[in-house]
């Protein structure tokens, strides 16, 4: 398996484990424009009975090597298991848990606790840890831009949409639309695209 043209997306010394995991399976891995929808996905092929695995390629070294870890533990589970287990089951967890214990001394002296942390009960999406979304997928100044870092009542627009910022319940927050005045819940970590002066 050639890994060469990933190499430019990698933390350092991360190759190492990619060979280790996939050196007998037959995968495809595409890089892909950036998708808001998606970080990366894993797809099996019927056709070929070969794995196809896609990742953003604007994303942070640390931040895509994780997120490949990721759609690298979905190929393994249905190497092992086949098609009849829970796509973020059990047996995804502990194989994606078991990976980023492996690879952890790719990940920066700062990253390596949240990982670890991650590990322990691995999550199938990233806004469920959001320290360790922070530190690995958004720069610095998009962290003023999240919807719980705002001031109460603060108007934000999000998309072609305005709101205000409403209370807080559990992890989302019940923002009121101002044209329409209809009440939304929008996740306290969503990153808002322009705050609005009052």
């Known amino acids: 398996m050639n ?24 995968v495809i891995i595409k890089i892909k424009s950036n998708r808001k929808s998606k970080l990366g996905d894993y797809k099996f092929l019927r056709e ?19 997120v490949l870890t990721h759609e690298i533990a979905h190929l393994l589970v249905r190497s092992t298991y086949s ?11 502990q194989t994606f848990g078991q990976l980023l214990v492996e690879s952890l001394g790719v990940y920066s002296d700062e990253l390596q606790p949240l990982i670890l942390k991650h590990a322990r009960n691995p999550k199938a999406s990233m806004a469920a840890d959001k320290n ?32 205000e910022k409403g209370a807080k319940r559990k992890i989302r927050y019940i923002c009121k639309e101002i044209p329409t005045g209809k009440m939304y819940w929008v996740n306290g970590q969503a990153i808002v695209d322009e705050i609005l002066a009052e």
């Open 83 to 93: 098609h009849n287990v829970k796509s973020h089951g059990v047996e995804w967890k």
């Open 48 to 66: 070929t009975k070969s794995h196809q695995i896609t990742i953003n390629r604007d994303l942070k070294p640390e931040a895509f090597f994780f």
């Open 3 to 26: 890994l060469s043209p990933l190499e430019k997306f990698l933390p350092e010394n991360a190759s190492q484990f990619l060979y280790q995991w996939l050196e007998t399976k037959p």
């Open 132 to 163: 360790l979304r922070q530190l690995l997928f958004m720069e610095e100044e998009q962290i003023g831009y999240l919807v719980e870092n705002l001031k109460d009542n603060q108007k934000f627009r999000l998309g072609k949409r305005i709101f």
